[in-house]
């Protein structure tokens, strides 16, 4: 069975901290990891990663993909109160027949940043 | 361009009760993606339908089904609720659905299973 597994499941910082979201998957048919940003309902999207060792940045945000050790990290760096939210990290798998399979998501990490 | 919209936004219903619940997706957008959120569970996916066919759909029971309509607006229904059914459910929209990095999520319904 495909697992997603994310830690911490809640982190508390304080403004301006570094922080580090960790995303480990046993998927079958690895396509892609995504990380989704959720604050109060609707999940926004943030990265997608399908090649191992290639870093995506957007701003204070990056994330990175090792495909052999099987885990993806989400560096958030100078943290902002707007950033406390909910992080989920789902995984894409490809489907024998061709195309992509319904996402596998984890748990989430819960990040509180105090001012 | 206006987002997706999901209604209603919340809901009660009782056990054993049926409920359908309506997701329209961004103009132009043909893929449809349904998901159940709780506490315990987190999000996972319940089903994706594009032009009109379910392509994909994840482990759940019978109980929870879906369509799509030509104007690509979907709805799902969950029929003999039970108490576990108590979920936040997001429906997610993308054209083409080729990879989900352009998913775009609605606000969600918030089911209420008495």
């Known amino acids: 069975e495909d697992k997603v597994v994310q830690s911490p499941l809640s982190l508390v910082v304080h403004e301006g901290d570094t922080v580090t979201l960790n995303c480990s998957y046993e998927v079958t048919n690895f396509r892609s990891l995504l990380w989704y940003k959720q604050e109060k309902k609707a999940p926004t999207f943030l990265f997608m990663l399908t090649s191992s060792g290639i870093e995506k940045k957007s701003g204070r945000l990056s994330s990175i993909l090792d495909k052999k050790e099987l885990f993806s990290i989400l560096n958030i760096t100078a943290t902002q109160t707007g950033d406390s939210a909910v992080y989920l990290c789902?995984?894409?798998?490809?489907?024998?027949?061709?195309?992509?399979?319904?996402?596998?998501f984890g748990k989430g990490t819960h990040l509180i940043i105090q001012p | 361009k206006a987002g997706v919209t999901q209604t209603p936004r919340y809901l009660i219903k009782t056990r054993g009760q049926q409920v359908t619940l309506s997701c329209s997706p961004i103009s132009g957008h043909r893929s449809v993606s349904w998901y159940q959120q709780t506490p315990g569970q987190g999000l996972q996916f319940l089903f994706e339908?594009?032009?009109?066919?379910?392509?994909n759909k994840g482990n759940f029971p019978g109980r929870f089904s879906g369509r799509q309509f030509s104007n690509s607006r979907s709805e799902m229904n969950v029929s003999t609720l039970e108490l576990g059914d108590s979920a936040l459910y997001l429906c997610?929209?993308?054209?083409?659905?080729?990879?989900?990095?352009?998913?775009?999520f609605g606000p969600g319904t918030r089911l209420t299973v008495l």
């Open positions: 789902a995984v894409e798998r490809y489907k024998i027949r061709g195309g992509a399979d319904g996402l596998t």
């Open positions: 997610a929209s993308s054209f083409p659905r080729d990879s989900y990095n352009e998913q775009f």
């Open positions: 339908y594009f032009s009109e066919t379910q392509r």
